[in-house]
T-cell receptor, first 109, second 115 residues
Framework: GIQVEQSPPDLILQEGANSTLRCNFS?????LQWFHQNPWGQLINLFY???GTKQNGRLSATTVATERYSLLYISSSQTTDSGVYFC???????????FGKGTRLHILP | DSGVTQTPKHLITATGQRVTLRCSPR?????VYWYQQSLDQGLQFLIQ???????AKGNILERFSAQQFPDLHSELNLSSLELGDSALYFC??????????????FGNGTRLTVT
């Protein structure tokens, strides 16, 4: 099945800093999503982005499907951005949506 | 609020017991996914249903089973529970997997503690 690797595994930044999170996947996908799990455990869908670029406020994402990676950009970080960011993908063969191990982001005030 | 409802929020039970976790998908969503998240771990895909039929299976233990009912709610049954089954169990729903712009929406999870 598809393998999903996220990097870095951990990231500690000062409030106001920018960050780039990466997601590599091992096969072509027809579904790629980014999620934020907040410190209370809730999983929030950030982007549905199997290809192209999207922006939502301080967050943006780019997926280069032909090169099998996606990037999540967070600008002007706030403490509320802390948590774990997951990338999840599904291939063309079935509907399994597989998650990477996540990037744990800690924003210091 | 994602619109996905999971009950109960917390469950404490003993080894060897059986429990049922329930999920009501968002209005209009036909597909339900179940995931297990152990402490400080990622989300492990268990099983997926679409309009009442099983469509994909992950590394779900034989002690675990699930179904999706005609009203589209789903139940995950965990039996002969072991200490290692303690985890957060998430349900998520979507309209039709593979369709363009069909994001996954998660419930708040059921935290299972096996003592």
């Amino acid at each position: 099945g598809i393998q999903v690797e996220q990097s870095p595994p951990d990231l500690i930044l000062q409030e106001g800093a920018n960050s780039t999170l990466r997601c590599n996947f091992s096969d072509s996908v027809n579904n790629l999503q980014w999620f934020h799990q907040n410190p209370w455990g809730q999983l929030i869908n950030l982007f549905y982005i199997p290809s192209g670029t999207k922006q939502n406020g301080r967050l943006s994402a780019t997926t280069v499907a032909t090169e099998r990676y996606s990037l999540l950009y967070i600008s002007s970080s706030q403490t509320t951005d802390s948590g774990v960011y997951f990338c999840a993908v599904a291939g063309w063969r079935d509907d399994k949506i597989i998650f990477g191990k996540g990037t744990r982001l800690h924003i210091l005030p | 609020d994602s619109g996905v409802t999971q009950t109960p929020k917390h469950l404490i039970t003993a080894t060897g017991q059986r429990v049922t976790l329930r999920c009501s998908p968002r209005s209009g969503d036909l597909s339900v996914y179940w995931y297990q998240q152990s402490l400080d771990q990622g989300l492990q895909f268990l099983i997926q249903y679409y309009n009442g039929e099983e469509r994909a299976k992950g590394n779900i233990l034989e002690r675990f089973s699930a179904q999706q009912f005609p009203d589209l709610h789903s139940e995950l049954n965990l039996s002969s529970l072991e200490l290692g089954d303690s985890a957060l169990y998430f349900c998520a729903s979507t309209t039709r997997p593979g369709d363009s712009n069909s994001p996954l929406h998660f419930g708040n999870g059921t935290r299972l503690t096996v003592t």
